[in-house]
Antibody, heavy 119, light 110 residues
Framework: QVQLVQSGSELKKPGASVKISCKAS????????MNWVRQAPGQGLEWMGY????????RYAQGFTGRLVFSLDTSVSTAFLQISSLTPEDTAVYYC????????????WGQGTLVTVSS | QSALTQPASVSGSPGQSITISCTGT?????????VSWYQQHPGKAPKLMIY???KRPSGISSRFSGSKSGNTASLTISGLQAEDEADYYC??????????FGGGTKLTVL
């Protein structure tokens, strides 16, 4: 069965960077897009963008460009999200989420990774 | 792209039916049949309940159904059960080739 398993919680200081992993199993990573979605504490879901896992081309949502990097290591079926120049406003749960037959058709989600940014 | 508009909360008694609306614009819901609905229990990841406006993934109860009229999509849950109490989110593909989510609706089963 399809599973997306994310790396564990992170505590970072303002100005630092974080890199979250998302390991896919139950299907071939490169056949479906991978989205990244953010959920701040007590808030709703916010789409951050996606990576075309076949070409490696990323698409970043407006408002996130410049600080995000989506990447892949297809040899281990893993997608990555890196966020730089962290601020306390980046404190959130970050989800990877598979897009099936179109990046916008999100079906399976990872369990989420809590990133806390605090001095 | 502004978030889709959902009511903050809805409630219903066990056995009843409820409908959650999700209002967008002609640049998203109104122009595309790529609306999905997700259920999220506290501390858990979202779960896909409806995709492409009306389709149910395998394993999702037929008590959940989706529809669309103009710029508004709706999720209907019939025969409410205690386990349905959760947050529900809609999303849609947009004319800018992005994805936009609704603000979420908290469903309380009385």
């Amino acid at each position: 069965q399809v599973q997306l398993v994310q790396s564990g919680s992170e505590l970072k200081k303002p100005g630092a960077s974080v890199k979250i992993s998302c390991k896919a199993s139950g299907y071939t990573l490169t056949t479906q897009a991978m989205n990244w979605v953010r959920q701040a504490p007590g808030q709703g879901l916010e789409w951050m963008g996606y990576i075309n896992t076949n070409t490696g081309n990323p698409r970043y949502a407006q408002g996130f460009t410049g600080r995000l990097v989506f990447s892949l290591d297809t040899s281990v079926s893993t997608a990555f999200l890196q966020i730089s120049s962290l601020t306390p406003e980046d404190t959130a749960v970050y989800y990877c989420a598979r897009g099936v037959s179109g990046y916008y058709r999100i079906d399976y989600w990872g369990q989420g990774t809590l990133v806390t940014v605090s001095s | 792209q502004s978030a889709l508009t959902q009511p903050a909360s809805v409630s219903g008694s066990p056995g009843q039916s409820i409908t959650i609306s999700c209002t967008g614009t002609s640049s998203d819901i109104g122009d595309y049949n790529f609306v999905s609905w997700y259920q999220q229990h506290p501390g858990k990841a979202p779960k896909l309940m409806i995709y492409d406006v009306t389709k149910r993934p395998s394993g999702i109860s037929s008590r959940f159904s989706g529809s669309k009229s103009g710029n508004t999509a709706s999720l209907t849950i019939s025969g409410l059960q205690a386990e349905d109490e959760a947050d529900y989110y809609c999303n849609s593909y947009t004319i800018n080739t992005t994805v936009v989510f609704g603000g979420g609706t908290k469903l309380t089963v009385l």
